[in-house]
DNA sequence: TAGCCTAGTGTTATATTATAACAAAATTAT
DNA sequence: ATAATTTTGTTATAATATAACACTAGGCTA
């Protein structure tokens, strides 16, 4: 059997369950050694556990990694494609993080060429700055 | 004295040279603990001598991070007033890093308002793929 | 159905990345 | 000069992530 074809198994394991549950119930991003204090007690004892539930949620995209802040987010979109194109908007003042799914953007940065010529696969964009509620508030 | 005017020194101190001309001798990024390993013998011992550094030079934009690589490339442009506004594209063949500078897409992103109406002050972009050379290779 | 392959699990240990805290020295501003 | 700030040196430790290995469960196939 062509290896290429191997089945990327979008039926999740028990582990990867209870660490996408987990993620799911939060808005905001949440770290993995988080994650792995709050699972304890359904039974994930060691970081690799967490690690590989969380590596193996991102490669079938029902979570993102917000680099920047080494944490974890699920994905905004029910049957996300776009492991590897994505977008957020991170509040420096309330930590929210939420992911951008404009279709300019991603028309813009998918057929984006360097000063090469190369355009390329993926990509992680990540803003900062202020949302608006904080800087509504900020203004009164 | 106003603190919000207290001046962000642009020159450089002992450690901040060392580090800084480390990373400038490399075209690819450079992780802490190596420049760490590297640098031992003109003094400096310790990881905070390093990171102090690094964080130093970030802020007045002399190097950026690369935020998927938790690695540290030198900035490509003389006076860089941009250390919020940062753009990288990433080979995963041969591992090259390549500051973006295209004023398209900084007009693009720094123009760019998410669906609740924010505009935001900073971003870093990491675009992933395969760079030109290693594209032209695997074609041949 | 027996063997094999793949994915996942449990576990211990360790690697890698980064910061806290504190005292002292050097530099800069008033 | 002296106060304020930045930088340094140092030890210890926190936070993030992976290596390695033995084992299990389920699907494929011969």
Redesign the pocket.
Known sequence: ?N?IM????K????????VLDFIQKHKKPV????ILSNVQKK??????????????LIRIGKIH?IES????IACNTKHCTSSHTTAFSICNTCDEVLEINDPKLLEFLSGFKDSSGAQFAGYNLEFFGTCKSCEQIHES
Chains 1, 2 share one sequence.
């Open positions: 059997m290896k191997k089945n990327e198994n039926v999740l394991s028990k582990n990867q369950k209870i770290k993995a050694y988080s039974g994930i004892k060691a970081p690799p556990q967490v690690y590989r539930a969380l590596d193996k990694k802040q080494n944490s974890f």
